[in-house]
């Protein structure tokens, strides 16, 4: 994702920075890279969050998984235009976009541009305040966005000395503190041709995604034990014909699925689809999925439900 906006983040030197100072200034969305910064410079971006309430979700996924759309589409919902759309007036940003520090990415799906990838050493950060208009407590989200690179070199655990990996493994350690949730991105091999045809792609996807897990379950405890994990299936709309999430993820991600079927209280799933993307060119993006996402964190940051029972009866 490109550089949108100054983050205050990026001021580190004064260490004293008051909580009610942090909240203002880190409404901004901040992009840097992790070999110009030092490990105590990010290390102190994240705890400043954590004082301010919120919950880390850090998208992971490999390279062309729809990482950077996903968000778009995140930030689509949370700063959407059409309030009547998808049902979606229940459950908004707290902040204008104008105030947000990320107006310049929803400027971009304004005119149907597509956001680049997040380059290689690049993080980008993002905050984001949610609130139902039935519940009173909103949720207070800090989405972290790393390379698919990068996370592709973590997993393989070859680059022993490279400051970058150093630097995300020190950024995830630090999420034990406030139980963060990582988003699995996984995405539908556009080239099926049947839905129960396992292909090379099915297979690597599912044993990178599946080492990931291993590497913070075996070197990481703590942080495994306090994470969620949430399997997004991404690219959902290339499916030749409908169907059930759960029977795709057996068929195609056998070893996602045995995590996710053997670790409930941990693990959840959830289709996705941005909508429709040509080229750099977007078409459109379909709420339905951003919508289902964002009710999801709602219920798992504050155990209640976006809409009260009456509603969702009625």
């Given at each position: 994702m490109p550089v949108v906006g100054t983050s205050g983040a990026s001021d580190t030197r004064n260490n004293s920075v008051s909580?009610?100072?942090?909240?203002?200034?880190?409404?901004?969305?901040?992009?840097?890279?992790?070999?110009?910064?030092?490990?105590?410079?990010?290390?102190?971006?994240?705890a400043l969050r954590f004082q301010d309430g919120r919950r880390l979700i850090i998208p992971i996924g490999l390279p062309q998984a729809g990482k950077s759309m996903f968000i778009a589409s995140l930030i689509a919902y949370a700063f959407k235009r059409?309030?009547?759309?998808?049902?979606?007036c229940n459950f908004m940003h707290v902040v204008s976009r104008e105030e947000s520090g990320i107006k310049s990415i929803t400027d971009a799906l304004d005119i149907k541009s597509l956001l680049p990838s997040t380059r290689p050493s690049e993080i980008t950060i993002?905050?984001?305040?949610?609130?139902?208009?039935?519940?009173?407590?909103?949720?207070?989200?800090t989405l972290i966005d790393l390379s698919g690179e990068d996370i592709k070199t973590m997993i393989a655990g070859n680059q022993?000395?490279?400051?970058?990996?150093?630097?995300?493994?020190?950024?995830?350690?630090?999420?034990?503190?406030?139980?963060?949730?990582?988003?699995?991105?996984?995405?539908?091999?556009?080239?099926?041709?049947?839905?129960?045809?396992?292909?090379?792609?099915?297979?690597?996807?599912?044993?990178?995604?599946?080492a990931f897990i291993d590497k913070v379950r075996n070197n990481q405890p703590r942080l495994y034990d306090f994470t969620k994990f949430l399997i997004v299936v991404t690219k959902w709309d290339k499916?030749?014909?409908?169907?059930d999430s759960s029977k795709y993820l057996k068929l195609h991600r056998n070893q996602l699925y045995n995590e996710y079927s053997s670790n409930s209280k941990s693990y959840s799933l959830i289709p996705y689809s941005v909508g429709?993307?040509?080229?750099?060119?977007?078409?459109?993006?379909?709420?339905?999925?951003?919508?289902?996402?964002?009710y999801t964190l709602y219920r798992w940051c504050t155990g209640k439900h976006v809409l009260p029972w009456w509603k969702r009866i009625f």
């Open positions: 909580v009610s100072e942090s909240s203002r200034r880190y409404k901004i969305v901040g992009s840097r890279f992790l070999d110009k910064v030092t490990e105590g410079e990010i290390l102190q971006d994240i059409e309030e009547k759309q998808d049902n979606s993002i905050d984001i305040d949610m609130k139902s208009r039935y519940r009173k407590r909103p949720i207070k989200i022993t000395n490279d400051q970058t990996i150093v630097k995300i493994e020190r950024i995830l350690e630090a999420c034990i503190a406030r139980k963060a949730i990582f988003a699995m991105l996984t995405p539908v091999d556009e080239h099926m041709t049947e839905v129960g045809q396992v292909s090379y792609f099915d297979e690597e996807e599912d044993s990178e995604m599946k499916l030749p014909r409908s169907i429709n993307v040509v080229g750099n060119t977007i078409i459109n993006i379909v709420l339905r999925s951003p919508k289902n996402f964002w």
